[in-house]
């Protein structure tokens, strides 16, 4: 916002310098007058970049249709929910955010988002994709993707669907490769991807509400949890899982062909072009279901938006259609969260194999409970595996910590 | 300007030959008094389209404040005008004219941002405090109001009637029509076309353009079923459908309390920034306020953060230290290697050694971070023949690793302005020492050294200051572990104060958000440094005065 000072005449900038100070991010005061209360003729939506085209090709009906600007401002995904809590209270931020539904329970907290009213259509939803943004029997959000986690299976090195972890080492070990199961760990851990094997003990996370909300009581602690981090360990020392092993590492040794198994999310296929693939469950370690978190990705409507109406237009009629939940599809190879939508992407066995293992799922829990949660637990499972812990006792201070983290 | 006769008033002005554009003020104005004047310089011209500009980035800018509401920045632009245009029309503000513009930037830059973390600091400013009260209010309110379960949804048409907004809507075949004063009921003669009301008689239809030039007025629009309240009221988002909604939560702003309709709990407004029962029970969403000093004493009474704030507090300083100490060693001597003109294809290395400067250092602590992998990395795969070394795992090998990749980042500063130092130095001293009969070690301890020392030792303060809040390296390289096994709080062996603050405030994600415990901790933060470049400064003037 600075290139068109002159040097001489330096109190121009500062008269940007201020205005941009008022907003504490000066990379958006362009934004803050475009989005000029009550005008009511232009629309701002942050979306990142991988979406960025698809979004444009729902706008452009709405635009068209009424005769409004949706401005699109093209954001780091990582930055969206930071900028957005900064920014909705001063006035300046968009109308429109994409966002994860996990972001939930923190933006309801400081009351940024405003709750969206689907209407008949919320039947038209993939279930879990409207559970996922439904908080207190309110839904804050329009999903267009679900994500979650599945075993990616090269066919070319085991040609069965292992059903259990043991089953999978072992053909893993048939195979002859340098990894039975490859998971991206590194050394701060991934509960996220170990979630599934972890769900496995019977260990989830929080305790669930019959109606699959999760209540802030911690449900992995005890003999469960401790049963996982005792697995943990014996699959640390065993060598099967290693912390050394990070994302980057886990992808280019399954691309390599180093391993039949690799367990990961939809995001992953890209790069394994020419591998024949199948996408089958997550094997169980403990016995019972593997089950991973459902993340939905949607959109959230600004609590402080003065074209709230034309906002949840958009949504409820522009983007709630297969046309735009395909094309998003197509834009971050996420399943569309639209049922019909769903359907017809589940052409592709790839996607339709991810749906049908996300079907088992549960969706991450978006209590703000859980923020305090991601900083123990990776830590701790991967100093488990790596030995560096011995895993009961460090288990049960994690769970301690946590329960302290939340309380305070 | 040899024409121009001084008078005498001016004749000690130092610039007034170099008045340039404008020419000295004191001049100008007895300029004025004489007809006989040549016409006016072209300076002058540049100067008033200068400063036209700048007036209309003002008027800009207080417009703009002025539409956001900013009235803080609103009167911060009006008082920069209004200074800007007297400092460079006015004949007496000379030395202002060169300072206006360092010091507008300073007081934008450094006072504004300084000043406003010093304020969020004794505030609650974070998770569940984001906002002010009204929009507090406003959000529970919005949050708490229910669509009726299992109600169905109204085609829904928004009219106009004598000057108020209303619904109208088709139920069971029929149109009902009301405002927010007015339930709604039922209209005979209304034109119902394909389930959707298009004309209502004694009322307008809005038109689509019309609905969006009120869409506030629309959506705030709650129009009763009945007379009755609890009946609720028929309510839209997208002005197409409507929907039955009743609210759980009400605001008494007589009583400052929210009360909930369903079980009668009343919660009262606190001092603290939110709304809570008798219980202690508060509602999710708060405002900010002023909290004092709780802040401060969070940072340092939470028993869970004492003990690891003394480890990272000694490892900060033991850090910057080294880390000052060893790239100044390295560079040095590197600087004094290739000052010899002895050495063949000087530039060439000197051009090499510059390379990890070249780099982002964020990108370079991200490659190390990589090559000290301990079962991939270049380093222990290449280097050490697949030796599994826990660079970055092992608490004393992680402090090591951070050390060394801080050197290797940090010397060719050292090293470049070591070689200008060094490059500067007086040949005659050297000269007089070689005459006086000093060895090559003697005139490097007693001559060059102290010659150096004087040189570059601020730059070694500000280098000190600069790895004492080194957050980059840290986060990116190990982002602050090993973990300590005995801590409660996810801290780790290498984190510096400037990290522990990043992640105690959860500002990376790991824990609610906290911005006034942040900016309290980097207010102690800065007073350490201050205090220890103060007194460093100090030392530094003594040295300077002995040698």
Redesign the interface.
């Known amino acids: 916002m600075r290139r068109g000072i002159p040097a001489v005449a330096v109190t121009l900038g500062l008269a940007l310098a201020l205005t941009a100070c008022g907003g504490s991010d000066d990379d958006n005061s362009g934004d803050a007058t475009s989005a000029t209360p009550g005008s009511g003729d232009s629309l701002v939506v942050w979306v990142d970049e991988t979406r960025q085209a698809a979004v444009e090709v729902a706008a452009e009906a709405f635009e068209n249709e009424n005769d409004v600007d949706v401005e699109l401002v093209v954001k780091n995904f990582e930055d969206i929910r930071t900028d957005f809590l900064a920014q909705v209270p001063t006035g300046e931020g968009p109308d429109l955010t994409v966002g994860a539904h996990d972001w939930l329970g923190e933006l309801t907290t400081n009351g940024v988002v405003a709750p969206i009213e689907l209407g008949d259509k919320a039947g038209d939803f993939i279930e879990v994709a409207v559970e996922a943004f439904t908080q207190d029997g309110q839904v804050y959000g329009l999903p267009y993707a679900i994500e979650n986690i599945a075993l990616i299976r090269n066919t070319a090195l085991a040609a069965e669907a292992p059903s259990t972890w043991d089953a999978a080492v072992a053909a893993g070990q048939a195979a002859g490769t340098p990894y039975q199961v490859l998971i991206q760990t590194s050394a701060e851990g991934d509960p996220y991807t170990y979630y599934p094997l972890q769900t496995s003990f019977g260990a989830p996370v929080f305790v669930q509400n019959e109606d699959g909300t999760y209540t802030s009581e911690l449900a992995m602690g005890g003999a469960p949890g401790q049963a996982f981090a005792t697995w943990l360990q014996a699959q640390g020392a065993a060598g099967v899982l290693s912390t050394d092993v990070t994302y980057d590492i886990a992808v280019e040794a399954f691309k390599n062909g180093e391993s039949p198994f690799i367990i990961g999310g939809p995001w992953m296929v890209d790069q394994f072009e020419g591998l024949d693939l199948s996408i089958d469950p997550v094997p169980s370690a403990g016995g019972e279901p593997a089950q991973p978190f459902v993340g939905v990705q949607g959109f959230y409507v600004s609590a402080q938006s003065d074209n709230a109406l034309l906002a949840n237009d958009f949504l409820v009629n522009y983007i709630a259609t297969d046309e735009a939940q395909l094309a998003l599809y197509e834009a971050g190879d996420r399943p569309p969260a639209l049922a019909s939508a769903a359907e017809e992407a589940s052409a592709d066995p790839i996607t339709a194999g991810f749906l049908s293992v996300g079907e088992d799922a549960v969706p991450m829990p978006s209590i703000p409970e859980m923020g305090s949660v991601w900083a123990f637990w990776g830590v701790t499972e991967a100093n488990i595996i790596s030995g560096a812990a011995e895993p009961v006792a460090a288990w049960d201070k994690m769970i301690a910590d946590i329960q302290s983290a939340i309380g305070s | 300007m040899p024409t121009q006769p001084t008078l005498t008033g001016d004749a000690t002005d130092p610039t007034g030959s170099a008045g340039g554009t404008s020419g000295p003020p004191g001049v100008r104005s007895r300029e004025r008094d004489r007809p006989a004047r040549g016409p006016v310089r072209p300076g002058v011209f540049v100067k008033i389209a200068?400063m036209a500009?700048?007036n209309a980035?003002?008027v800009?800018?207080v417009l703009?404040?002025w539409?956001?509401?900013?009235m803080g920045?609103l009167a911060?632009?009006v008082a920069?005008?209004v200074v800007?245009d007297w400092v460079y029309f006015s004949r007496r503000t000379l030395p202002l004219k060169y300072i206006?513009?360092g010091l507008?930037?300073l007081l934008?830059?450094q006072v504004?941002v300084v000043a406003y973390t010093g304020w969020v600091a004794f505030t609650n400013y974070g998770?569940?405090h984001?906002?002010?009260k009204e929009?507090?209010i406003?959000?529970?309110l919005?949050?708490n109001?229910?669509?009726v379960e299992g109600s169905a949804?109204y085609p829904l048409t928004v009219v106009e009637r004598g000057g108020a907004l209303g619904f109208a809507i088709v139920e069971d075949g029929e149109a009902k029509v009301g405002t927010a004063d007015d339930p709604l009921s039922e209209v005979r003669d209304a034109t119902v076309d394909d389930d959707r009301v298009t004309e209502v008689p004694g009322a307008t239809v809005l038109s689509?353009?019309e609905?969006?030039?009120r869409?506030?007025e629309?959506?705030s629009l709650r129009v009763p079923v009945s007379d009755d309240p609890n009946d609720g009221w028929v309510r839209?988002?997208?002005?197409?459908?409507g929907?039955l909604a009743t609210p759980t939560l009400q605001w008494d702003p007589e009583a400052d309390t929210m009360t909930d309709v369903t079980t009668g709990t009343v919660y009262k407004a606190t001092s603290d920034g939110s709304f809570r029962n008798d219980e202690g029970q508060r509602l999710?969403?708060g405002w900010r306020v002023m909290v004092g000093f709780d802040n401060f004493r969070t940072a340092f009474g939470?028993e869970?953060y004492a003990q690891p704030f003394v480890k990272i507090l000694v490892w900060t300083f033991a850090f910057a230290i080294l880390s000052v100490v060893t790239t100044f060693l390295l560079g040095l001597f590197l600087a004094i290697t290739f000052n010899d003109t002895r050495v063949r294809g000087r530039r060439v290395y000197r051009t090499l050694l510059i390379f990890p400067y070249a780099i982002p250092s964020f990108l370079a602590a991200l490659l190390w971070s990589?090559m000290l992998?301990?079962?991939?990395g270049f380093i222990n795969q290449v280097l050490l023949g697949g030796a599994a070394v826990p660079w970055?795992?092992d608490p004393w090998l992680a402090k090591l690793s951070v050390l060394g990749v801080n050197l290797w980042l940090g010397f060719p500063y050292m090293f470049l302005i070591c070689t200008g130092a060094l490059q500067s130095l007086p040949g005659d001293v050297l000269e007089a020492a070689k005459v006086d009969g000093a060895g090559a070690w003697r005139t490097w301890r007693s001559v060059t050294l102290p010659l150096l020392l004087v040189a570059t030792s601020p730059l070694l303060i500000s280098s000190f200051a600069f790895n004492f809040n080194n957050f980059t390296l840290i986060y990116m390289l190990t982002?602050g572990?090993?973990?300590f096994?005995d801590a409660?709080?996810?801290l780790g062996h290498t984190d510096i104060l400037i990290s522990m603050v990043y992640?105690v405030s959860?500002l990376?994600?790991?824990?609610?958000?906290n911005y006034g415990l942040a900016s309290a901790l980097s207010i102690v933060i800065f007073v350490i440094v201050a205090t220890i470049s103060a007194i460093t400064f100090k030392r530094t003037k003594q040295f300077e005065e002995i040698s």
């Open positions: 200068l500009v700048v980035l003002g800009f800018g703009a404040a539409r956001e509401g900013h920045i911060a632009m920069l005008v800007a206006l513009p507008a930037f934008v830059f504004y998770d569940g984001n906002s002010t929009q507090a406003e959000a529970l919005l949050q109001e229910r669509r949804t689509r353009q609905i969006l030039r869409q506030a629309v959506t839209t988002q997208d002005a197409r459908t929907f999710n969403v939470d869970r990589g992998n301990r079962s991939y970055l795992t982002r572990g090993p973990r096994a409660s709080v996810p992640s959860g990376d994600g790991t824990a609610a958000k």
